[in-house]
């Protein structure tokens, strides 16, 4: 019997995720992290080639790919070049090898069993967003690996998009930029990001959530490092001369106020310890800060610096040291200034048939750092959810309607 055959999107998303393109925080000191990620980007490139694209080309020392699709208007009319940006890469939170995607036709709206030899099942309890997917196709793995939704749906469906344009040369349409980068999952995503070379007025990168999520507001974001030195000295006779550095630690971490990820939502800000390690001398707190509120993310660096002070007080001498560095920040400060950004990519999901869910981003996006730099760029859904895990999953009708939105982002400039 014949494989069955899918719409374009569907098609090139089956076909990413079988390539591993996990980068590594251990060697994000280079860009790319891992050289793996070149296979997806090469074939990008070949594939936008193949397509007729224009200007394609692939930054081979850093792993990016460029093109654009030229404005075909047949009137001088000024209308904006919108560029589309997504991340090859995927998390590695869970690996990315041998990826098996599985296609449940139909889904009924029940708990998913990925993996029955190892227990390993996708909850409704734990993805209540999979009560809008019944009756509707998804796409899952085996449950040995991540699927790669984040953000190999976002890459499928740009290049539906740009296949629907270049294939159908009677829709008139502006400039079109593309643009796909390595490293987000460690923060190096637009590090070398060619901005003025990219050619986009504005841009969405396509990274989000299920169908109608969008973003123009991220934490302001901050990274920590706590130094604690201690004092040793043999056990049996260390009373009132001891000082143990990761006790002193933890000292520290019961003074912050407890706001951490799992007790926080929405635009609630929040502490996290990403690691502690040590000995009786020396314990070093990695920690993140995050808020979506400029003055509130102030005030939480300030409540940090101040528990240091107090402990250094209390123990008369500077044992206590804090590095605070910022990391990025919120683009809706950049984003609200030209608003009509947010508004046409609104007017294009409910052209779509799609009601807008707009939310905060609980984290970054390269779209934040790319605000800062100059080039505006809100975030929109790519129809897959429960990234980084084995229980991601993306739904077939979503992806196919999210290529529709991104069209219509393309021609509403244009009047049409």
Do not use: W
Not at 191 to 217: H, Q, R, S
């Amino acid at each position: 019997m014949a494989e069955k055959t899918y719409s374009t999107v569907i098609e090139n998303f089956l076909r990413y995720v079988k390539i591993d393109t996990q980068s590594l925080e251990k060697y994000s000191e280079q860009t790319p992290s891992t050289n793996k990620q070149r296979d997806l980007a090469c074939l990008l490139r070949d594939e936008l080639l193949e397509l007729g694209a224009s200007n394609v080309r692939y930054d081979e020392e850093h792993c990016y790919v460029y093109a654009e699709i030229p404005s075909n208007l047949l009137i001088k009319k000024r209308v904006p070049g919108i560029g589309f940006i997504a991340h090859i890469d995927t998390s590695e939170a869970v690996s990315g090898t041998d990826v098996k995607p599985r296609v449940i036709e139909d889904y009924d709206g029940t708990d998913i069993v990925l993996n029955a030899e190892h227990n390993i099942v996708t909850r409704v309890s734990d993805f209540p967003m999979l009560k809008e997917c019944r009756g509707k196709s998804l796409i899952v793995t085996d449950g040995n690996t991540l699927l790669g939704g984040d953000d190999k749906a976002g890459v499928a469906e740009i290049m539906a998009m740009a296949e629907y344009f270049l294939k159908h040369p009677e829709v008139r349409h502006g400039k079109i930029c593309i643009g796909f980068t390595p490293d987000e999952e460690v923060g190096n995503g637009v590090a070398y990001f060619d901005i003025k070379g990219f050619g986009a007025d504005y841009a969405y990168t396509v990274d989000g959530g299920e169908l109608g999520d969008m973003n123009y507001e991220c934490f302001n974001a901050a990274g920590a490092v706590l130094t604690v030195r201690g004092k040793s000295v043999h056990p049996g006779s260390a009373k009132n001369i001891m000082r143990n550095a990761v006790k002193l630690a933890y000292e520290f971490l019961a003074m912050l106020p407890d706001e951490c990820p799992e007790n926080t939502e929405g635009y609630e800000g929040f502490y996290h310890v990403d690691g502690i390690q040590g000995d009786v001398e020396k314990a070093t707190v990695e920690f993140i800060i995050r808020d979506h509120d400029r003055e509130k993310f102030e005030q939480r660096k300030q409540t940090a610096r101040d528990c240091v002070a107090r402990l250094n007080e209390k123990y008369g001498e500077p044992r206590f040291e804090l590095e605070i560095k910022e990391q990025y920040r919120n683009m809706r400060e950049m984003i609200e200034k030209e608003f009509y950004i947010v508004d046409n990519a609104v007017e294009a999901m409910r052209r779509a048939g799609v009601e807008p869910k707009i939310s905060p981003i609980r984290g970054g996006t390269d779209g934040a750092m790319l605000s800062f730099d100059g080039l505006l760029c809100p975030n929109i859904c790519t129809g897959s959810e429960g990234h980084h895990g084995r229980n991601e999953f993306a739904c077939i009708e979503d992806m196919e309607t999210i290529v529709e939105i991104l069209k219509n982002i393309v021609l509403l400039p244009c009047g049409e």
